[in-house]
């Protein structure tokens, strides 16, 4: 791993730790050793939008207004926070175990 890339880790790490929000994903511990760095992050078993749009197909409007609600609640909690996520994406939507998106992967 390249040095910037663990300053990056590491700063995502200790952002991570101050963020509460139930639409983003929790960090629950973080460590390292000598060659790497691990985050353990809040397992959110529905996978990620992208996959579930390309499986379910097309959604009801229903569900995409309550999913682009919980998108900006995060989005506004965040810039609340004075943190500018720069990286929203399906890929980076994930579906908790309660059937609601959590923003992940903050890519600072």
């Keep these: 791993m390249r040095r910037s890339q663990i300053e990056r880790t590491w700063s ?21 050793t000598s060659r790497r760095l691990y985050l ?42 004075g943190v500018l996520y720069r990286d929203l994406k399906p890929e980076n939507v994930l579906m908790g175990r309660d059937g609601h998106l959590k923003l992940a992967d903050l890519g600072l």
């Design 12 to 32: 995502e790490r200790g952002l991570l730790v101050t963020l509460r929000h139930p639409f983003l994903v929790r960090l629950l511990f973080a460590f390292s």
């Design 40 to 81: 353990y992050l809040e397992f959110c078993q529905g996978g990620d939008l992208f996959t579930l749009m390309r499986r379910e197909g097309r959604m009801g409007e229903d569900a995409v207004r309550v999913y682009a609600a919980e998108m900006a609640l995060a989005l506004d909690y965040l810039h609340a926070q």
